[in-house]
Every structure is written in C-alpha cells, then in structure tokens.
C-alpha cells in the first residue's frame, strides 16, 4: 500500500511539472500542435519499457471498444486541457480540472467494485465544492471579457479536461491485462492521435514539428505528463485506484503553488478558498 501510495504522490509531482509544461507548450504553438508532439515525444519515451513487461492476455473485441473509448476521452482529455491552460489561468482551471478525481474514483468504484467509506464521501464533497466555487467567481470576473456574456470557452475546457481524464483513468485499468500496465500509455496516446488527426485535417488545422526552442516545453509536457501515467499505472498494483486517483490529483496543489511563486498569479480570495478546498477534498478521499 505504501509504494501506491508513493507513486501516487509522484505521479502529483509528474503532472505539477506537465502542467506548467502544457501551458507553455500551447502557448508557444498551440494546443493541438502541442498536444500532437508530445504524446509523440511521451509514447517514444516509454516504448523503450515496453520490452520488459509481462506478455498479455489475447486482444478480444472488446479491448477494441475500451481502445476507442480510452482514445475518444483522452482526446477530450488533452484537447481541453491544452487549450484552457493556453488561455487560461493555472490557479483557476487547474482546480477546476481536479475535479477529475471524483469521476474516477466513482467509477472505479462501479467497474472494480472497490470498496468506499464514507469519509471518503466527504472527501468528494469538498472537491466538487471547491470545483464549484473557483468556476462560479471566474464565471463572475471573466463573462464580461465574452461577447454573450457567458462562460469563457477555456472555462468549459477545463471541465472537460475534468471529464476526460475522470473517464480516461478507469478504463485505461480495463486494457492493462492486455497490453501490460506501461504498454497501456502509447496505445492510449495512439488512439488519441487516430481520432484526432482526421479532425485536425477536417478543420485545416496545423501540426506542422515545432522549431528550435519550441521543443524544449513541448518535449517537457511530453515526458512529464507521460511519468505521471508511469506512476499511476503502476500504482495500481500496489492500492486501489479509488485511493490513488485523489493522491495523483495533488497536482492541482503543486501548480497553484508553482503559479503563484514564480508566474506571479494572485488569485482572488474566492479562489483560494476553491483550491484549498478541492486540495483538502482529494487528500480526505485519500485517507
């Protein structure tokens, strides 16, 4: 339980780190040309694993249901995330996008019939609670900038990042009997880039290689975020995914923090009461 744990943790500190990377990435030449390069530059990175896993149990019909599920939320996933940190702030959507916790642990629950108590139920409360609140007050101070007054698009994008990673996590649970538990990673990025690029085409959107220094966050959001999903699959032998999911989700703590250090963001103090309140929900969910 003890090593689950710690790779829950790291994979907080992996995600923290990716999240600074994503937004400089996505600034730098955008979401979908950042997302594309480094799922690349992720999947390269751990194929090298790959070799050394356990063979897996046959592929049936059904794991190719659970690829394309996998690949249609994590396309979601990324897509959301990329675009939300490129115009958004950190120490707004991030707590937001912790959300995904509570998703994953509730279907963990249901698809593996973990057990769950009822501080745990708490726990969950108080992250949604601090979701909600962060959403309402940047709902309140950024409608103004949009032409209907309503929500921002990377507002919405950050609850999508929420739903996409809250529906990606669990089912990529059910794929690791067959493609080994680091195998799981590139197949999932692999069927992101499948569903994405005949979008990408459709829409004309560029995926041209970055250049030069456009490499540098584009190589670090890869590497990192794939060390997050590193830690976590690998978790998953050692504790419940309902209690790894809120531990790997203290990313949103770390990139506050990271955000208001050294990017020098001052969120309001409705704000920081959401934070705290959704950094106290995943830890509750944890104990």
């Given at each position: 339980?003890?090593?689950?744990?710690?790779?829950?943790?790291?994979?907080?500190?992996?995600?923290?780190?990716?999240?600074?990377?994503?937004?400089?990435?996505?600034?730098?030449?955008?979401?979908?040309?950042?997302?594309?390069?480094?799922?690349?530059?992720?999947?390269?990175?751990?194929?090298?694993?790959?070799?050394?896993?356990?063979?897996?149990?046959?592929?049936?019909?059904?794991?190719?249901?659970?690829?394309?599920?996998?690949?249609?939320?994590?396309?979601?996933?990324?897509?959301?995330?990329?675009?939300?940190?490129?115009?958004?702030?950190?120490?707004?959507?991030?707590?937001?996008?912790?959300?995904?916790?509570?998703?994953?642990?509730?279907?963990?629950?249901?698809?593996?019939?973990?057990?769950?108590?009822?501080?745990?139920?708490?726990?969950?409360?108080?992250?949604?609670?601090?979701?909600?609140?962060?959403?309402?007050?940047?709902?309140?101070?950024?409608?103004?900038?949009?032409?209907?007054?309503?929500?921002?698009?990377?507002?919405?994008?950050?609850?999508?990042?929420?739903?996409?990673?809250?529906?990606?996590?669990?089912?990529?649970?059910?794929?690791?009997?067959?493609?080994?538990?680091?195998?799981?990673?590139?197949?999932?990025?692999?069927?992101?880039?499948?569903?994405?690029?005949?979008l990408a085409l459709r829409f004309g959107v560029s995926l041209a290689p970055?250049?030069?220094?456009?490499?540098?966050?584009?190589?670090?959001?890869?590497?990192?975020?794939?060390?997050?999903?590193?830690?976590?699959?690998?978790?998953?032998?050692?504790?419940?995914?309902?209690?790894?999911?809120?531990?790997?989700?203290?990313?949103?703590?770390?990139?506050?923090?990271?955000?208001?250090?050294?990017?020098?963001?001052r969120p309001a103090r409705p704000v920081v009461v959401g934070a705290a309140?959704?950094?106290?929900?995943?830890?509750?969910?944890?104990?």
């Amino acid at each position: 339980m003890l090593v689950g744990v710690l790779l829950g943790l790291g994979a907080s500190a992996s995600w923290a780190v990716a999240n600074v990377a994503v937004q400089r990435s996505a600034r730098a030449v955008g979401p979908f040309r950042g997302l594309l390069w480094a799922q690349v530059v992720g999947a390269l990175v751990v194929s090298f694993a790959i070799p050394f896993e356990p063979r897996g149990a046959p592929f049936t019909p059904l794991d190719a249901v659970w690829v394309a599920a996998v690949g249609a939320a994590g396309l979601l996933a990324y897509v959301s995330l990329f675009y939300a940190f490129e115009h958004g702030r950190l120490t707004v959507a991030v707590p937001i996008m912790s959300s995904w916790a509570v998703i994953a642990a509730a279907l963990s629950l249901a698809i593996f019939s973990e057990p769950v108590r009822p501080l745990q139920l708490v726990g969950a409360g108080g992250v949604v609670a601090g979701a909600v609140v962060v959403s309402r007050f940047a709902h309140a101070t950024t409608a103004a900038a949009t032409p209907d007054g309503g929500s921002p698009r990377w507002l919405l994008a950050a609850f999508g990042a929420a739903l996409g990673f809250g529906l990606m996590i669990p089912l990529i649970g059910l794929l690791t009997p067959v493609t080994g538990r680091l195998g799981v990673i590139p197949v999932a990025y692999g069927a992101d880039i499948a569903l994405g690029l005949p979008l990408a085409l459709r829409f004309g959107v560029s995926l041209a290689p970055p250049r030069g220094r456009q490499w540098l966050p584009v190589a670090l959001a890869g590497v990192f975020e794939t060390a997050g999903f590193v830690c976590i699959v690998l978790a998953g032998r050692f504790a419940p995914l309902a209690l790894v999911s809120p531990l790997s989700s203290l990313a949103s703590a770390f990139t506050v923090a990271f955000a208001w250090a050294f990017l020098r963001e001052r969120p309001a103090r409705p704000v920081v009461v959401g934070a705290a309140l959704v950094c106290a929900g995943v830890v509750t969910l944890a104990l």
